[in-house]
Structure formats: structure tokens, C-alpha cells
């Protein structure tokens, strides 16, 4: 792959200066034109030490309007960082649409350093870039424009480079350990190129030798990627189009009538009750647990993330208050769900949950969540077939990595039949601090039962992972599903601990 | 002042259940209210070990509507907020208006514990806590709504407390080592309260041996203090009267007609300049020195923030490129101001430089800054002649607070003559990747040049303190302005190293 990189190209300082001056001007022109458009550009730029990567990014902010640019560099992890998920510090980075961001370093750098040294085996890292591709697949799904960049170096040209920059007091720290590897990073590098070289992610490797050829030919690339995106018919039909196909594969899954004998829903036992003697005896033991394990959870640097959905009126909110009360307020945050910001809704739909994951720990508690994608935005319309049918996926592998990195994960669907519903919400139209939960709204979502019935059901079926499995709470009685609720995070911490 | 609290108030359970459903609906309907009002409310609840603030805090969440609050722990520091600025952890938390933010523990808890552990002497707790009379300030200034309680336990009622916790599991780690510095603790509390009892943000010292009582009284302060803020004249008043009076005694500072003669800008020698060969020669030596010193003050942990304003095309851009051409893209991050996104607009106007403030060992560059809010904001409205004229105070602390942490700061006016912008413009208007650079309302701006001359002057002389001073560069011939940015750069960073 990196043959093609070797063969000597330059470019004269002529026919660099010829070409310069309308090169930039399209860029320009093509970044403005961005603006007003409603999909997010990256742009990695990787490849060897001493390559001009860094070089290569002061080009790019130069000639791009800075008000529409960010760089960010991934480099050491802060505690911050390190106590979540690796993809939490990309996530926190991500361009808003309309506008571009520049990475400096990206999700490969991690990889294929640890192969390098020797610290993963071919086939971890064979997982970490399948991991990859998916992880590039939903970002283009949703629009993303993704620009890959790789900087390639002969060996030779590399020792030169360096010895240049150490005279010039720039060297970065790790850069002689580096090239000592030079072979084995080639290698690695290559692989990693290959397995991720996907139509909508495509790597273009650039030969780095010659300063003025490398910059006009990333700069070449950038532009052609973002004027061919430009001027599809309708850029977001690229997206559409793209996971089309992958909705037309799902949706032979998700199709048929999922008619009331078959809902999972209607095999759920919603008989349940607690006395309240047994209720207050039972919530005593649980909480007292809870609020042990919570303590022994921070000690040990575990986090958690519960996380509640639910019919209206289902019992969420007080179900969440009985968890909360077992607990330190230092040691929880709930989040509950509304209407997106601006910065949020300039995001893929995921972005606004990552930003609140926990500290080493610390638990988050999401009332409402990202199901809200396949319940909510599914009946509602306000996301495509396409869209909330891709998103089962996207969910479970973000679930995946919640899990992978240890945090203690719960989720729960309190249900409750329509005749509970009911009593619920004519109740709340009485008693005066109740009268605030109940709105037109509501009573307008109620009519559309049986619609979320279905969603709650492809839901259910599509996302309830051996690491991640739906806990179906029966909650037509409050204390009952309190309960409930209650001792499966007492187990699910016991278990982790 | 907490011999009030040491008086034995009970409240018996029929008297709590009475008032409670009064009090609930009062209150929840006091928080929808807030929604629609342009104002954050922040309650801090402090107070000693085992006095219940966790229960308050947990009872506070659930009388109000979940939506509009949220709550957070300040406790052990990340290394994130450990290389800002101690404030930087409260910014960040900080409610958006129309929302409640708790806050359990708060910019108290730190010089109390520091004080209490004899970390600090007195005069240094007396300063921090002016320090704090002053941020407090400036969040009522801007609309705040403070609501500080402060739960007193007398002696003995803290020993059984916490034993009570012990056996419930739930003591948090210092509790015991606390107790043991009851007198010391309670002595320094007192001082601390006194100290910053101010008229917009009063204490309010709760008996908190009974739990139905201490409830009861802190979500009466919060209910009387809503309701008396929903139902003054106009809402935003209470902040502008306050802002006035500060305005009134300010004013006579800035008024006078500031004619040309005396304004400082025009001061300032704009006949530098640079040979092509004089400026190639030092921008090599310049750069290299500040590429060695980046990353030496990578290594030891220093971090920098720059701060670029000046007229339009006074070249700001091009200078911000000749300094990030020194640095490692890792080490540094470009901030455009433009226009503020909703969460920031929902903010504090200095809220939205905080969440800028770089790392150890990092470089934030601002190009254009919180400096908009006494030039563009003064001269075109945006701000009343209160809010820009006590906004002098609050970035002077904001500066102190840079550089009391440590960080290397810098700041640069740059400097040009109507008649060098006026043949920029017209250049930039015809060469083609520089039109985008010009609008119509760059030439308005132009027109109004004598009224940004003195927001210029007025910033100058209440802002160039001994700790942040003015850079004031000569622009004219942008490499002379480029070397003096340079230059100046360097000698702050070596001085600093």
C-alpha cells in the first residue's frame, strides 16, 4: 500500500506557487459553502513521525476560514479521559455541522502503538479496526464527510527529517523511540490501512517526502472530497442512500405485523404487589445495600450507568428518587432527557449521552435515553426508517463499550398496562403538585399505544444483549417495580464488585 | 451567628404533614414559573458533617421539577479542573438561566477545610473569602439568584449523628476526622459566613438537629426567595438596579469626552518597520525560541493563554498563524469568538472563555475574547452601559485569576491607522481567498471608529493591570507587528520558565 508512496514525488516551488493560488481559493470557497450545510467534516491526519503532520495541519488552518475550522490533538489522556470509554475523548472533539475538525492523531493512534510495542495481538487488533469500521460507518451514516489522510515517510527520509528537527529544537518527545520501530510501524500501519479502507471512510496515503507536493495533494484531496459532497443532488441523501441498503437488509427483520399475542410486551406478568409492610422491609434492605455498595463502587474507581425508560406515568421519576436516596449525592448525577440544545442537535444523536457518562466511581442516571432514537423519533417521524433502524446497532455497540470498559450497566423499561395508565393520569390532574406531569401530550402519546407497543417491542428484541440486557420491570405496582429495580442494581453491583 | 441554630427547633410530624402539600405545590409552581424568566438560581447547601445536606439535598430534587435542576458534588478534584483555575470547576457547572443548580459544597468548602486543616493563615482565608464576595457579586450582577443555607448541628447532635450514619453504612471517609475539629470548624464557618453575608447573597443558618424542621425552613428560604424574585417589578431590574449603583460611581471615571489628543491610542508610534530580510532573519530566531519554550513549558506543566483584539484587519490572523507555525499542534488551541451558541448564551458572558482555559502545559490562543463585551457589545447596545462599565472589575478578576494559577498570559491590541485599514480593505476586496474576509459589515464598523477609539481607551485604562497588561502593537507594517507579538511572547515565557 505505501509502494505507491515511495516513488519520489516533488513539486517545484513554480509549479507549486502556479497552482497555489486557485487551490486555495476553492478550498475557501468549498469551506464557506459548508457552512450552511448540515453535515460535519473530519479530517485525520496521521501517518509517520516527522512526516510534516504537524506542518500539514498549520497549512490546513491557513487556508481554511478559521471560524469554521478546530484542531484538536489526541495525545495523553487526562483522568478524565482515562476513566471512560476510550471513544469519550473523541466524542468530546467532534465538529458540530457545517463545520470542520481537524484531527491531529484519531481512534488509530491507540491501536496500532499498542501493536507496535508488542502490547496487543494481531487478532485484538484485528477487533480494535473492525471496531473501527463500524465506528467510521455510523459517523458517515449520519452524515459525517470522513477525510483520512496518511502521511507516508521512506525509512530514509524519515532519519533525515528527524535529525532536522531535532537541530531545530522540535522534536517531539517519543520520536527517536519511533523510529527505531520504523519497520514493524510500517507493517502495523499498513494493515491497519487496508482493514479500515471502506468506500465512505477511504485512507488516500500521500508521499511526505517533498513539503510543497505533500500539502497540495492533501489539500487536493480535501477539496475534491468536499466539492464532490457538495454537489451530490442532496448531500444528505448520501447518508440516506448509504444506509438504505443496510435498512433494507434489517428490515426484513423488523417487518410483519407485530401483532399483541407476539409483543414481549404482553408475556410480561404485571400481577406484582407489595404490602406495604413487606415494601417498607424490603426498600430498608435494598437501599441500606445499595448505599454500601455505592460507597465500596467508589473505592474501587467502578462506575454505573442506569438508565430508565417507560410508559407516561410508569413510575420512572420515583422509582429513580428511591435509588438516588440510598446514595451519597457526591456519588450520582441524573440526567434527565429534553429537548436537545443547539450544540447537541449539531451532533449525531449519540454525542449529547457521551458527554455525560460518569467519572471512575460515579454513576449517571438517564432518565429517558438514546432509546428515545428508536421509541420517540420512530413514531413520531422525526427520524427516517432508515435512520431509527441502524440506530439498534449503533446503540448496542455503544453499549458495548459502556460494558468493555467496566461500568456497571442497567437499563430498565418500567411497563404498565393502559388501564394503570389511565388511573395514573387522572389522578395527577388532582392533586395539586402532580397537576405539572400531566399534558396534552400525554394524553395525545396515549392514542398512539399500540405504535410505541411496536417500537418498545423492535426495541426490546433488537437491543437486549447478553452484555446489556433489558431489565422488564412490571410496574402497575409502584412499590413492586421499586423493588424490583432495587435489587437488580444490588445484584449487578455485587456481581462487579 | 449560630447560636440561632442551637435553640432546639422541632417540628412534629402532623405539623410537617400539614404544611408539606401547601409547600410543595408552592414551590413546584415557583420552579415552572422560573422557566420562562431569563435568570439561573444557584442554592448552595453547606454546612457541617452529618447535618444532612445529602438528605436536603436528595428532598430539594424531589420537590422540584426534574427537568429544571440539576445537581452537583464538588469533591475530589480531577486533574482536569487541577490545572485550571480553582474556579473552573464551578464555571462548568454552573445552571444556564431558567434553571436550578444545587450545588453540594461550593467555592466555600475549599478555603474552609484549608483554613480548618491550618493550611492557610488568616489573612489568606480573609482574601479568599473578599475573593468570593466578589465572584458572588458578579453572578447576582448578571441575574443570579443566590440561595446560600447553611445547616448548623450543635456538638453533641453531630456525635450522634454520625454514629447513626456509621451504622447505616453511609458515613462518607472524613466524617470522623471532621468531628474531631468541631470547635475549629465551627469558629472558621462563622468567620467565613460573616465575611460573606452581603445583601444579594445572604446566609441563611438553618437548625438542622430535625429533619422535618431543617426540610421545612431551607425549602421555605428557597420558596420566599423564587417568589420574590418572580414577583419583582421586572426581573432583570434587580440586577440592573444593582449594576447601577456600581455604574453611578464608575461613570465619572469614563465620562469626559476623550477627545483624539488625549486618547492613548493615538499615542502609539505607528512607523515601525521591518525590512523583508530584517523579518525573515528574526521570525526564524523568534519562532525557534518559542518552539524550544513550548515545549519546556510542556514539560514543567506551564500553561499560556493569548489574547488577541485589534481592528478589523489589523492583521490578527496572520499574527496568530506566525505564532502557531512555532508549536506543535498538540500543544495549542485556536478559539474564534464568533457568535455565542445557546448553551452560552444561556450563561454568564465569561462562561464561555472558562470552558476554553488550557490544560498544563497547553496554549490557548483567543482570537478576540471577552473583551467583545466592553467594545462591540458597548458600542453597538448589546450591552447596557451598567453591564460593560462593571464588566472592567469583573475581567480584571477573571486576569487575575489566570495568572494567580500560574498561567503565562498575554494580551495584544493591534494597533493600525484608518488609513492602513482602508487600503487593506480595499485589497482584501480583490484578492480572490481574501473576499470573504470583507463584509458590509466590516464597513460599518469602520464608520463607527471614533466611538470603538474610546470603548479602546476606556479598556485600556481600566484593564491594563500590573498582572495582565496591555500589549499594545504597532500595525502598520504587519511584520513589525509580528516580531513585537513574538518578542513579547518569548520574553513572558522565559521569564515564566
Known sequence: MFEVAELGHTLSPRRYAARLPDLRAQLLSAHLALRSQKFPVIVIVSGADGAGKGELVHRLNEWLDPRGVSTHAFWDESDEEHERPEAWRFWRAMPGRGR??????????????????????????DAALDRIVAFERML??????????????????QKLRLKKLEEAGRLAPDDWKHYKLYDKFTGVSERALRRTDTPLAAWHVIEATDRRYRELVAADVLLAALEARLQAPSSPQVATLAAGEAGGAQAKRVKGKVDRANSI???????????????KRQLAEQQGKLSRLAWAARRKGVSMVLMFEGWDAAGKGSAIRRVTQAMDPRLYTVVGVAAPTDEERAQHYLWRFWRHLPRAGRTTIFDRSWYGR??????????????WDRAYGEINAFEEQLVTHGIVFAKFWVHISPAEQLRRFNERQIIAHKQYKITEEDWRNRKKWPDYRRAVDGMIRHCSTEYAPWTLVAGDDKKFARIQILKTIVQRLEAAL
Request: cysteine-free; glycine content about 10%; hydrophobic content about 45%.
Open 140 to 157: 458517515t451514516d449520519d452524515g459525517a464527510l470522513l477525510v483520512k489522510l496518511w502521511l507516508h515517510l521512506p525509512k530514509k527520509q
Open 100 to 125: 470542520i475538525g481537524i484531527f491531529f492523531g484519531s481512534w488509530y493512534t491507540r491501536p496500532i502503538i499498542r501493536r507496535v510495542y508488542g502490547k496487543a495481538r494481531g487478532v485484538q487488533f
Open 265 to 279: 410486551l404482553s408475556h410480561l406478568d404485571l400481577s406484582g404487589r407489595l404490602s406495604d409492610a413487606a415494601y
Open 374 to 387: 428508536v421509541l420517540v423519533e420512530r413514531v413520531e417521524g422525526f427520524a427516517t426508517p432508515a435512520e
